[in-house]
């Protein structure tokens, strides 16, 4: 069974603090990761998707990265606009459909 | 770009009501999928559709059936309203299964 687990839960920065936010996963293959920002009361938008192990993408200020284990978002001098949780998640494996989704990471940018 | 639209952004219903959710997703993509998401949860899988006619029980389907009889569109049906599925719902739809989900802005229900 696939697993997601990101970190930490919950994230405070101050604006222009750069800090990664990390997603582990245990997967019988990797078939790609996904990124996702999600803000208060809308649903998750698709940021990126990551398929094997060294790529990276950006956009704005994030930048996201891939390891054998792990993903890693990256954000550079962060804004209060960037203040959202970010959810991670892997393709359906072994016959199934359902992608499996970590529970997120909450990030705070204060000014 | 993909649009997933759910016909509403907040619904009050009383206990015992029979609620309906609509999803529609204009990329001609075959998945759909229904989740709710709760505080300290995280996204739990209802029902998903792979196709037309087509569906699956999730992680959670008591309570809820859905209806696919379009592609474009995927309902989520609560048989008699309760408490405590006073959520935040989401539909999302995919292209081939390796891709990703793509949601709508999602329906929060209070149910009272």
């Known amino acids: 069974e696939d697993q997601v687990t990101q970190s930490p839960e919950a994230l405070r920065l101050q604006e222009g603090e750069s800090s990664s936010l990390n997603c582990s996963y245990t997967?019988?293959?990797?078939?790609?990761l996904f990124w996702y920002r999600q803000d208060p009361g809308k649903g998750p938008e698709f940021l990126f998707t990551?398929?094997?192990a060294g790529e990276e993408k950006e956009k704005e200020r994030l930048k996201a990265t891939l390891t054998k284990k792990e993903s890693f978002l990256h954000i550079t001098a962060p804004k209060p606009e960037d203040s959202a949780t970010y959810l991670c998640?892997?393709?359906?494996?072994?016959?199934?459909?359902?992608?499996?989704f970590g529970r997120g990471t909450s990030l705070i940018v204060h000014p | 770009d993909v649009k997933v639209t759910q016909s509403s952004r907040y619904l009050v219903k009383r206990t015992g009501e029979k609620v309906f959710l609509e999803c529609v997703q204009d990329?001609?993509?075959?998945?759909m999928f229904w989740y709710r998401q709760d505080p300290g949860l995280g996204l739990r899988l209802i029902y998903f559709?792979?196709?037309?006619?087509?569906?699956e029980k999730g992680d959670i389907p008591e309570g809820y059936s859905v209806s696919r009889e379009k592609k474009e569109r995927f309902s989520l049906i609560l048989e008699s309203a309760s408490t405590n599925q006073t959520s935040m719902y989401l539909c999302?739809?995919?292209?081939?299964?390796?891709?990703?989900?793509?949601f709508g802005n999602g329906t929060r229900l209070t149910v009272t």
């Open positions: 999302a739809s995919r292209g081939r299964t390796n891709s990703p989900l793509h």
């Open positions: 997967v019988s293959g990797l078939r790609g």
């Open positions: 990551l398929y094997s």
């Open positions: 998640a892997v393709p359906p494996s072994g016959g199934s459909y359902i992608p499996t």
């Open positions: 990329m001609d993509h075959e998945n």
């Open positions: 559709s792979y196709d037309v006619k087509m569906k």
